[in-house]
T-cell receptor, first 110, second 114 residues
């Protein structure tokens, strides 16, 4: 089983829509989770960190389900500028290295 | 603060040539990382340095060497470039404290090996 699994998409949504991505992880020792966004051929940028059951930052909400080993990212009121690839990254205390999957591509359309 | 900086931004090499990619961070982070990203793929870890004076292999270390010059700088060297090393290279740093391991990335070096 892959360490991180995400639907590659693309998710094509109209501006103003609400969209959610799920991410499943296999390492039960993962303590924290990060969502990054990556624009085409640019560096990944940290969007949100999740240390407990979830986190919210403006239009973005992350929810963690440790029992089922998945984490979701909800984007409300989508903007054209939200078009990017979203990477779910688990982290455990025993490892410095993070595992980055290929992510989920979001395309917000006018 | 500049965050993580990388030089050069672009580079074209011929097979067999060598080069060093430079990375520096000004966030006083203890850990630094080198990744490569091929088209349509996720990031793959080449090497990392948990702290000044230490380096460890990642998932794809063959064909590369690294040097952690000081706390700020971490360089990646290709001794004899091969076309398979054509990729985008990202450097990252983090203040590793257990689960608090957010990594911050530089803008990348786009390398083409002919």
């Amino acid at each position: 089983r892959k360490e991180v699994e995400q639907d590659p998409g693309p998710f094509n949504v109209p501006e103003g829509a609400t969209v959610a991505f799920n991410c499943t992880y296999s390492n039960s020792a993962s303590q924290s989770f990060f969502w990054y966004r990556q624009d085409c051929r640019k560096e990944p940028k940290l969007l949100m960190s999740v240390y407990s059951s979830g986190n919210e930052d403006g239009r973005f909400t992350a929810q963690l389900n440790r029992a089922s080993q998945y984490i979701s990212l909800l984007i409300r009121d989508s903007k054209l500028s939200d078009s990017a690839t979203y990477l779910c990254v688990p982290s455990d205390t025993g490892r410095r290295a993070l595992t980055f999957g290929s992510g989920t591509r979001l395309q917000v359309q006018p | 603060n500049a965050g993580v900086t990388q030089t050069p931004k672009f580079q074209v090499l011929k097979t067999g040539q060598s080069m060093t990619l430079q990375c520096a961070q000004d966030m006083n982070h203890n850990s630094m990382y080198w990744y490569r990203q091929d088209p349509g793929m996720g990031l793959r870890l080449i090497y990392y340095s948990a702290s000044e004076g230490t380096t460890d292999k990642g998932e794809v270390p063959n064909g590369y060497n690294v040097s952690r010059l000081n706390k700020r700088e971490f360089s990646l060297r290709l001794e004899s470039a091969a076309p398979s090393q054509t990729s985008v290279y990202f450097c990252a740093s983090s203040l590793w404290m257990g689960a608090y391991n957010e990594q911050f990335f530089g803008p990348g070096t786009r390398l083409t090996v002919l």
